[in-house]
């Protein structure tokens, strides 16, 4: 196999796994600050 290939190969793997754990992480994370948000000073979740 191409060592070119094999190197893009890993290479977008990693970045697609990163991307995967940012997600998991980021989103929870805005919920739960909406909601902090919410109960300590008003303000809508949609804002």
Do not use: C, D
């Amino acid at each position: 196999m191409n060592i070119g290939v094999l190197l893009i190969a890993i290479i977008g793997g990693l970045v697609g796994i990163l991307a995967t754990f940012y997600l998991m992480i980021s989103f929870p994370a805005v919920i739960i600050w909406k909601i902090y948000r919410k109960i300590t000073k008003g303000i809508p979740l949609t804002m």
